[in-house]
């Protein structure tokens, strides 16, 4: 007799170019299926299906929502578009994977937690960093106190400047260098806040502008109850990828030389306190591999997912007072 649950069908909204690496490679790696998929231009629809091998096309987003052979949807629309069709995804009674952030401000990410909670719908915010064997090893590190009491964690997050008409440079679809890229460092504050003493917070903020209200680059500084600082720094104006942790303690120091794509380097450097220095590698297995592997496992059989919505209401209310701090309106 065969136990195993049966593929997750998989719908899609939008035609997005993260969702090969997201969705698209992890499907396939696990054996569900991408059943459908709409977009606001149906040819372009057509063509990601054409593609990636999605079943059929459907005419609107909410007609994946509607769809009764629609098992889970998967949304990394505009960050605007992310509660609306996670709150319509839920009244349909479809768990969804949603990318970061999970809305466009607190009062938004409340609003969608409470309808999860109320529709007892799964939902979850896809910090695939989480999943990968990288951070499970760095906060074993840490809990053995293998680099001593944490001093300082700094976090950059750059990126090659998007296109023009990117959403990423729209206020009104909540673009912004905080948005697409602080997110992540903060996210990385706050699960290393046992590490140092409780929850940190935020001291300063600024931000270089481009438009009204949007940030093309960012800086975020916080502070812990144990006296450790962390520095972010955050920009779409980049030369290249470059997504770095550094946690730096009395005894020594961590560097995770890729910990959004572990599948490009998968690295952990340990300096210990006699300059010393031990290179770990954690498997270059997909971030979003595991992240879907987690996902399928808390719809199917109900498994516990290791963030859940009040995280993503947290880091939402982070990246409020982020911009806050840099003397920016909340998107």
Known sequence: MNDRPAPLRIGILGASRIAESAIVGPAEELGHRLVAVAARDRGRATAFADKYGVERVLDSYADIVADPEVDVVYNPLANSLHAPWNLAAI??????LTEKP??????????????????????????????????ARTSELLAAGTIGAIRNIDVVMDMPTPGPDDPRWSYELAGGSVMDLGCYGLHVFRTLGRFCG????????????????????????VTY???????????????????TVRIVGDGGELFLHDFLAPGKDDRLSITRSDGSVVVEHLGTRSTYTY??????????????????????V????????????????PR
Do not use: C, W
């Open 291 to 312: 992240q879907l592997e987690a996902f399928a496992a808390a719809v199917q059989t109900g498994a516990v997912l290791p963030i859940g919505l009040d995280d993503a």
């Open 102 to 135: 999970f809305s466009r401000n607190v009062t938004e990410a409340l609003e969608v937690r409470d309808a999860a909670a109320a529709a007892d719908v799964p939902v979850l915010e896809a910090f695939h960093y989480l999943f990968h064997p990288l951070v």
């Open 314 to 329: 947290e880091n939402m209310r982070y990246i409020d007072a982020a911009y806050l701090a840099a003397g920016l309106p």
């Open 198 to 221: 409780g929850a940190p917070e935020i001291g300063y903020a600024s931000a270089v502008l481009r438009g009204i209200d949007v940030d093309e680059s960012s800086v975020i500084d």
């Open 225 to 243: 109850p144990g006296g450790a600082t962390g520095h972010n720094t955050n920009s779409m104006v980049g030369t290249e990828f470059e997504f």
């Open 91 to 96: 009244r349909a009674g479809k768990p969804v």
